[in-house]
Structure formats: structure tokens, C-alpha cells
């Protein structure tokens, strides 16, 4: 266990709605970022936040967007979803610069 | 930009014996981490070995240890005396160690361990 927890574990959603993904930090970890991994793929980079500021962004259209709270705990949002943001969202916690600690994810499915 | 290439998917290893799992990346930066991950069907990415850069000699992490050719941008990881517990997917990863930059992961797209018993 790495004190990294994400939540949901799982949930469906259908195309067209919108989408909040929860991630805890670990303690006195103050950077966290979001990946994307599409079914046999790598991750793949979304965004990162540092001290509750965005602070590096992927390839991802604006309709993925994030949130760092003074606690260091973050939220992923993804409005209009659509079919192909079906993947399992990974969240990666550590003090800045230093070794990333990885959630177990969030499976979503839209449909 | 920074690639990294993974481009075995699969491979398969007998209990006991050694296996090396293979890749490469692109850069233009001088100064930078390398990482492989492993992904169980648990689904959580854990660290197994990480290499700096700017260090020849090669990490080693028990069983794991990696073959880091600088002029060549390959990194190799070698696991010996393979346990069932190892299946699972490795990623390669590549992150930049330049001053100021974010802590973004690139990764490969993984290979896909199975020990047979």
C-alpha cells in the first residue's frame, strides 16, 4: 500500500455527462498528477498540480480539468465524456521532484 | 519531446530463470531519470528500480537490475531467478531531471510478463 487512495473504484457513466474523479495524497506529499491508461497501454500524462497550481499539462483537451486543495488531495473533472475516455485514471502523489507513489485508479466506462 | 519504446508485448519466462525485458528512449536532454514499473492485475503501478542519468553504474534492487547504455538511450531490465509473483506488465519510464521541470512520467507502452511454473 502506498497511502495513495483514489475513489471511485469503479463507475459507468454514459456519453455526454460529466465525470469527477477523487484523489488522497500521500502525507506531506504536495504534488499530484493525473494519468490516463487506455486498456494494453501506458499512461499517459493529463496534468500535474503543485501547491494547489497546474503546473505541466498533457496532450488532453480542455474538458479534462483538475483541482489541488490545501490538503494536497485533488480532483480530476472530465465534462462531456465521450466514448473513447473510457480508461483507468491513475493518480500519483510525492513531494516535489522526488518519487511518485501511485492510487490503484479509477475504472471508468462510458457508454 | 521524449519517447520511450517498449516493443516486445509479451514474454514469457520459466520459475527460477533470468529474463530481460527490453527498451529505449529518445532525448535531447543530458540530465534525466529512468524507471520500470511494474503493473499487477491489481491495477497499482509499483516502483521496482530507478536509474539516474548523470550515474554509470547500473542500479541494482535484489533480484532486479538494469543494463543503462547512455550512448545508445536503451535501459534494460533483468530479472533473475524469476517467481510467479513477477507476472505481471512493465513499463519502462522516462522523467526529465532538468531544473525546474515538472514531474511528468513518460512511459512505454508496457510488456506483458507471464512465469510459467
Known amino acids: 500500500e502506498t497511502g495513495v487512495t483514489q475513489s471511485p473504484t469503479h463507475l459507468i457513466k454514459t456519453r455526454g455527462q460529466q465525470v469527477t474523479l477523487r484523489c488522497s495524497s500521500q502525507?506531506?506529499?504536495?504534488?499530484v498528477s493525473w494519468y490516463q491508461q487506455a486498456l494494453g497501454q501506458g499512461p499517459q500524462f493529463i496534468f500535474q498540480?503543485?501547491?494547489?497550481?497546474?503546473?505541466g499539462r498533457g496532450n488532453f483537451p480542455p474538458r479534462f480539468s483538475g483541482l489541488q486543495f490545501p490538503n494536497y488531495s485533488s480532483e480530476l473533472n472530465v465534462n462531456a465524456l465521450e466514448l473513447d475516455d473510457s480508461a483507468l485514471y491513475l493518480c500519483?502523489?510525492?513531494?516535489?521532484?522526488?518519487?511518485?507513489?501511485f492510487g490503484q485508479g479509477t475504472r471508468l466506462t462510458v457508454v | 519531446a521524449q519517447t520511450v519504446t517498449q516493443s516486445q508485448p509479451e514474454m514469457s519466462v520459466q520459475e527460477a530463470e533470468t529474463v530481460t525485458l527490453s527498451c529505449t528512449y529518445d532525448?535531447?536532454?543530458?540530465?534525466?531519470?529512468l524507471f520500470w514499473y511494474k503493473q499487477p492485475p491489481s491495477r497499482q503501478m509499483i516502483l521496482v528500480i530507478r536509474q539516474e542519468a548523470y550515474k554509470q553504474q547500473n542500479a541494482t534492487e535484489n533480484r532486479f537490475s538494469v543494463n543503462f547504455q547512455k550512448a545508445a538511450k536503451s535501459f534494460s531490465l533483468k530479472i533473475s531467478d524469476s517467481q510467479l509473483g513477477d507476472a505481471a506488465m512493465y513499463f519502462c519510464?522516462?522523467?526529465?531531471?532538468?531544473?525546474?521541470?515538472?514531474?511528468?512520467?513518460?512511459f512505454g507502452k508496457g510488456i506483458t510478463l507471464s512465469v510459467r511454473p
Open positions: 532525448t535531447s536532454e543530458s540530465d534525466y531519470y
Open positions: 498540480y503543485y501547491r494547489e497550481e497546474e503546473n
Open positions: 500519483a502523489s510525492s513531494p516535489w521532484g522526488l518519487e511518485a507513489f
Open positions: 519510464a522516462y522523467r526529465s531531471a532538468r531544473v525546474g521541470a515538472n514531474s511528468k512520467l513518460t
Open positions: 502525507s506531506g506529499h504536495n504534488t
